[in-house]
């Protein structure tokens, strides 16, 4: 996947976290616990930080070696399972997945956010 590609799913994620933080504001707290929200919340600052952050790296490409797209890939992935794993366990009880599923994704996605941003350490040219 291009650097282009990347960019472009993170500025879809960015508007997606947008439309998020303004429904969790305007709606959320009439369906929701207010824990449920601040969970949500978390997951929206992540989906935020890490996009914008995709978006930086990929602009200045030049400054990694051939490992960035790992790094790349492991942060694109991380924030979709991290986020988009504590969405849905939030709305559990109105989508109806089975928890079973979900809850061991967060964390997954969690490790493979820490390891992107170790990979890409590691893809810094001298």
Do not use: D
């Amino acid at each position: 996947m291009s650097t282009n590609n990347i960019i472009r799913i993170s500025i879809i994620l960015i508007i997606i976290a947008i439309i998020l933080e303004a429904f969790s504001s305007h709606f959320l707290n009439k369906v929701l616990l207010e824990k449920q929200i601040n969970s949500i919340n978390v997951g929206i600052r992540y989906q935020l930080f890490h996009s914008l952050s995709l978006i930086v790296i990929c602009l200045n490409k030049k400054k990694f070696n051939k490992h960035l797209n790992k790094s790349l890939y492991l942060m694109l992935l991380g924030t979709i399972f991290f986020c988009f794993s504590i969405y849905l366990l939030n709305f559990n009880s109105y989508i109806e997945i089975p928890l079973f599923i979900l809850g061991p994704i967060t964390p997954i996605g969690g490790v493979l956010l820490i390891f992107s941003w170790v990979v890409l350490l590691l893809a810094l040219k001298n």
